[in-house]
């Protein structure tokens, strides 16, 4: 694995704060390209992703998104859904991969990502015209940093990782 992608890895954060700049275009369709290319079971790629530009439309996603409001200063905030009916055991799985991939790209190109997971689903859902027969999974603003925090702690390894059967510690 090329140095540059595991530093990419290594040093994403969780970006709360955003300059008020838009992303070029051109950009915008590396992240989505990568998100587009990412693997899925039986290549089914279950996915689907929402792209919210409009700036009062960011506004309302992120008041619903137990209002964190400064999701909305961030160029676009991106939806990633499910389709279960491409495949039922792995449409959440599988669009979640392919977001991550798309965070990782927005890092590489220097924008910030940061998960949201915590939003009204019902609102979220009016808003963006997500039926109810998919998986509305979770939301990422993308934009230009305003500030970089520091690394957040991590789990010791022996915690996280197993050598051969679960529970076996692996050796830090």
């Known amino acids: 694995m090329p140095k540059d992608t595991l530093e990419t890895i290594m040093k994403r954060r969780s970006i709360r704060t955003y300059k008020p700049e838009p992303i070029p275009d051109e950009e915008l369709d590396l992240i989505l390209e990568a998100g587009r290319q ?23 996603v992120a008041a619903a998104c137990n209002n964190q409001h400064w999701m909305a200063n961030a160029a676009v905030i991106l939806a990633a859904i499910g389709l279960p009916e491409k495949s039922p055991r792995w449409s959440v799985v599988d669009p979640t991969i392919a977001f991550q991939t798309m965070i990782l790209a927005a890092h590489s190109l220097g924008y910030g990502t940061c998960w949201i997971g915590a939003y009204d689903e019902a609102k979220v859902r009016q808003l963006l015209g997500i039926p109810q027969d ?37 050796p830090d």
Do not use: M
């Not at 603003?141 to 925090?149: I, K, L, M, N, R």
């Open 38 to 60: 990412s693997p899925s079971g039986g290549n089914r790629q279950p996915w689907h992703f929402v792209v919210v530009k409009d700036a009062e439309l960011r506004k309302e």
């Open 134 to 170: 998919v998986h509305l999974i979770c939301l990422t603003p993308v934009g230009v940093p305003d500030a970089y925090p520091e690394a957040r702690p991590r789990n010791p390894r022996t915690e996280v990782f197993s050598l051969d059967r679960y529970g076996k510690p692996y």
